[in-house]
C-alpha cells in the first residue's frame, strides 16, 4: 500500500523559513517523479514545485521559484521542501503527491499524502 | 500558463441522478504524437486529499467506479457521474499536464439535492 507522510509544518513569521518531509513506503521511491502541492484554507490546488526520480531534475512555480528548494532522498525514501523567505500568501495545506506520468516537468498525480498545514502569520 | 475554468462552481444533484462537470483550457491539450488529451480528474472530500479519478480525459483510475465517466478532446472536457451516490459529495479538480506548470481547474463543488 503506497503510503506518503508529511511532517513539519507549523506557525512561522513571515520572513521565517520551515522544512517539510515526506516520507514514502509502498512503492519504488526511486524511481517515482515527486511533487509539492499546496492548497490555501478554502482555496484550490496550486501545483509548487516537482522533482525528477533521481532529483537531477527540478520544477518550481513562478510564485516560490528562489524561495523554496525541493530535493530527496532516495536511501531514506523522503522528498523535502526547503522553503525560505516565507509570506502569508505561502500559508496553507501542502501536500506531497506521487507522480505518474510526466511531460516535460508537468505530471499527473496517482497518490496524495494528508497534507501537513503551514502558517505564516506575525 | 495555461488557464482552467470549470463551470458551474458548485451543482445539487438528486440521488440516482446525473451529474455533469465541464472543465476547459486556454489552449490545446491534445499532443498529436500520441494521439492523447493531457487531462486528468481528481475528487477530494472533506478533510481528505485529492484522489485521482480520470487521466488521460477519459481512463478510469484502478478501483474508480464506473459510473464516473470522463470525456472531451482538445480543450473541452467533461466529467460525468451517471447516478450520483451519496459518497460522492466531493470537490472535483480538473488538471492539465500538457505543458509545465501544471494547472488545476478551480474546482467544482458537488452536493446532494
Known amino acids: 500500500e503506497v503510503q506518503l507522510l508529511e511532517s513539519g509544518g507549523g506557525l512561522v513569521q513571515p520572513g521565517g523559513s520551515l522544512r517539510l518531509s515526506c516520507a514514502a513506503s509502498?512503492?519504488?521511491?526511486?524511481?517515482?517523479?515527486m511533487s509539492w502541492v499546496r492548497q490555501a484554507p478554502g482555496k484550490g490546488l496550486e501545483w509548487v514545485s516537482g522533482?525528477?526520480?533521481?532529483?537531477?531534475?527540478?520544477y518550481y512555480a513562478d510564485s516560490v521559484k528562489g524561495r523554496f528548494t525541493i530535493s530527496r532522498d532516495n536511501s531514506k525514501n523522503t522528498l523535502y521542501l526547503q522553503m525560505n523567505s516565507l509570506r502569508a500568501e505561502d500559508t496553507a495545506v501542502y501536500y506531497c503527491?506521487?507522480?505518474?506520468?510526466?511531460?516535460?516537468?508537468?505530471?499527473?498525480?496517482?497518490?496524495w499524502g494528508q497534507g501537513t498545514l503551514v502558517t505564516v502569520s506575525s | 500558463d495555461i488557464v482552467m475554468t470549470q463551470s458551474p462552481d458548485s451543482l445539487a444533484v438528486s440521488l440516482g441522478e446525473r451529474a455533469t462537470i465541464n472543465c476547459k483550457s486556454s489552449?490545446?491539450?491534445?499532443?498529436?504524437?500520441?494521439?492523447?488529451?493531457?487531462l486528468a480528474w481528481y475528487q477530494q472530500k472533506p478533510g481528505q486529499p485529492p484522489k485521482l479519478l480520470i487521466y488521460?480525459?477519459?481512463t478510469r483510475e484502478s478501483g474508480v467506479p464506473d459510473r464516473f465517466s470522463g470525456s472531451g478532446f482538445g480543450t473541452d472536457f467533461t466529467l460525468t457521474i451517471s447516478s450520483l451516490q451519496a459518497e460522492d459529495v466531493a470537490v472535483y479538480y480538473c488538471?492539465?499536464?500538457?505543458?509545465?506548470?501544471?494547472?488545476f481547474g478551480q474546482g467544482t463543488k458537488v452536493e446532494i439535492k
Open positions: 503527491a506521487k507522480d505518474y506520468y510526466c511531460s516535460i516537468g508537468s505530471c499527473y498525480s496517482d497518490y
Open positions: 509502498g512503492f519504488t521511491f526511486s524511481s517515482s517523479a
Open positions: 522533482t525528477s526520480s533521481s532529483g537531477s531534475n527540478t
Open positions: 489552449q490545446n491539450v491534445f499532443y498529436s504524437s500520441n494521439n492523447k488529451n493531457f
Open positions: 488521460w480525459a477519459f
Open positions: 488538471q492539465q499536464y500538457y505543458s509545465s506548470p501544471r494547472t
